[in-house]
Each structure stands twice: as structure tokens, then as C-alpha cells.
């Protein structure tokens, strides 16, 4: 994939993130998702792409926009796999709270799991503990390998979890092993990817979250050089029969990274919307300008750039306006 795709995939994100800043803290999470949807899909047609969406917000009579199977970008370009999550974090955007993103990852044709809207247990690492550590090991193993690969004691770990009743009992078994512990109110994707930033001081990321966030999370974490392992958690027939229709041969299979994202190049931007670990937030400036901050990765070469963008808005909508 051509490299100028990565700053064309973080002009998208970014237009998530300015169409849905306008809905923080007003307590309306269908509008800020449908603001940013809209703002992603426009904005795709003018990137050089044949792209495919295999990570979206829904079946199309689901979702009328981003939705499984539909074609997005300008069609002139390679032909791609779109993974998107135009608001992740409605809930956290509608009130104000951190850790809401715009995200957008793109793969070779054929490269990222399609999966279903369910649960997935996951274990997510930076590179230093990537092939140290199994999902399917108890975690008092998993912190004994981690501590061990890492040159620290096991109380000298951080693990991140989402704060959530199902993980009750995970939490008392981390604390059980003296961890620290940094508690998620939200935002699976950036909760995964921070333990592959050494700056966010997150050893390792586990729980259970949605399985598309998962294959979101094991992009970026491709361009750091982090693991993601995964397994979905089916509660059913009908979810067993989903992941079949989805070309998931065997639903209870350990994931693995090459399951997840493949081994071909992939792009991943993200800009953030209210504040986190990984981005800060939009922010209004003086002036009618508006400040946002995204992270674009590239697998193919490791780089990873942040960017601090200043919008003039009056100007930037007569030029769109123009452009239409």
C-alpha cells in the first residue's frame, strides 16, 4: 500500500472526530455516532482506494452507512480491507467522558477476520511480551511469564482491565497475585493498544470486549510490534451459526494475530475525541479553530506519527462547500 494512504486514512478519522465533538456531553449517543458516520463515510470518497468495510457499524439493514460489505474510497486505488469504528465510545462522547476516538484501520484484500458483533476474551501485549505469554494459561501464569520475560517482579506489573461486573472475579485474581491495577471505565481499543506504548506504563491489557474492537486493537498493535490473542465467546446457536456465515470455521479457536489482521501491510489512524491515554480530545480554540490530535501507524515500516492539527473552520467548510 502506497504510504500517502496513511495521511489520507488520518484526514477520515479526523472528520469522525470534528463532526462528533460537537455532541460531547449533550447525552445523545445516536447523534454523535450518526454525526461521525456521515462525516467518515463523505470523506472516504475522496481516498484513493477500492475499499471494502469488514469491520463496520452493523448488516445493512442494520446500518445504513459503514455498514459489512459496503464499498467506500474514490475506487481508483488498491483494493483494501476497511476496519472502522466512527465513534468509539458513544456512551463516553454523549457524557462528556474520556477516551472516546475515531478509528479507522486498512489491509491488503483478504487480510482482517470478519468478526461478529460478539464478545471476545482477549490478552493484548507490548513487543517485549509478545511470545511470552498464552491466553489460554491462568493468569497467575501468565503474570509469572510476563514478570519473568520483563526482568520485574510480579508486584511490579500493571495490568489494565475494563471495569465491568463480568470481570469480578478476574480483578480479585489480579489483586489476589498483588498487581497494580489500572481500572477502564471505557474504550477497549485504546485500553489494548496503550500496553504497547511504553509511555502509558500498562504492562498488559486483559478482559473481555467486542470482537470488532479486537481486530481494531490488533492493528495498531501490528504497527507497534505488540500480540493481541483472542477468543470469541459464543453464548449461543445462533452466534455459533453467525461466526460460520462469517468464515470462522471454528468459533472456540484461540485467535492469533495472524487470525486477526494477517501478515500484510496495514495502516491504522486514530484521532482522538475526548480525552485518553493514547490522544487528547478535540479542542476549541480562539478564533472559530479547532485543535484535534490523531496517531497514524504503518506495519510495513514501524513508523508511528502523531499529529497536532489546527482547523479554521469558517475557512475549511467554504472550501468543502467549493469541493461539493
Not at 454523535?32 to 439493514?61: K, L, Q
Not at 462469517?246 to 494475530?257: F, V
Not at 501478515?263 to 480554540?285: E, P
Request: aromatic fraction near 4%.
Amino acid at each position: 500500500m502506497d504510504r500517502q494512504l496513511a495521511l489520507e486514512i488520518a484526514r477520515v478519522t479526523e472528520a469522525g472526530a470534528l463532526a462528533s465533538a460537537s455532541w460531547i456531553g449533550r447525552g445523545d449517543k445516536h447523534s454523535a455516532d450518526h454525526a461521525a458516520t456521515s462525516a467518515i463515510r463523505e470523506m472516504f470518497d475522496s481516498v484513493p482506494i477500492d475499499g471494502t468495510v469488514v469491520i463496520g457499524e452493523g448488516e445493512m439493514d442494520e446500518a445504513p452507512m459503514l455498514y459489512i460489505g459496503e464499498k467506500v474510497g474514490s475506487r481508483l486505488g488498491p483494493e483494501v480491507d476497511v476496519a472502522v469504528d466512527p465513534l468509539e465510545g458513544t456512551e463516553v462522547v454523549a457524557n462528556g467522558l474520556n477516551n472516546g476516538m475515531s478509528v479507522i484501520a486498512i489491509a491488503e484484500k483478504g487480510q482482517f477476520l470478519h468478526a461478529p458483533d460478539m464478545y471476545m476474551r482477549k490478552l493484548a501485549v507490548g513487543p517485549a511480551l509478545a511470545g511470552h505469554v498464552s491466553l489460554d494459561d491462568p493468569i497467575e501464569v501468565t503474570l509469572e511469564k510476563a514478570a519473568y520475560a520483563l526482568g520485574k517482579s510480579v508486584e511490579d506489573l500493571t495490568v489494565m482491565i475494563l471495569q465491568r461486573e463480568r470481570h469480578s472475579d478476574l480483578v480479585q485474581a489480579l489483586r489476589n497475585n498483588g498487581v497494580r491495577i489500572k481500572l477502564l471505565d471505557h474504550g477497549d481499543v485504546s485500553g489494548a493498544i496503550v500496553s504497547a506504548i511504553p509511555e502509558c506504563g500498562v504492562d498488559m491489557y486483559v478482559g473481555s470486549g467486542g470482537a470488532p474492537e479486537g481486530v481494531l486493537a490488533a492493528a495498531a498493535l501490528r504497527c507497534l510490534g505488540g500480540e493481541l490473542q483472542g477468543r470469541l465467546m459464543v453464548e449461543n446457536e445462533q452466534q455459533y451459526a453467525r461466526c460460520l456465515k462469517m468464515g470462522i470455521p471454528n468459533p472456540d479457536a484461540l485467535l492469533t494475530m495472524k487470525d486477526l489482521v494477517g501478515s500484510g501491510d496495514v495502516i491504522f489512524a486514530a484521532t482522538g475525541i475526548t480525552n485518553s491515554d493514547l490522544l487528547n480530545g478535540v479542542r476549541h480554540l480562539p478564533g472559530q479553530r479547532v485543535e484535534t490530535h490523531s496517531v497514524i501507524m504503518r506495519a510495513g515500516t514501524g513508523t508511528i506519527r502523531y499529529i497536532r492539527c489546527v482547523h479554521n473552520m469558517p475557512v475549511k467548510l467554504k472550501y468543502a462547500a467549493g469541493m461539493n
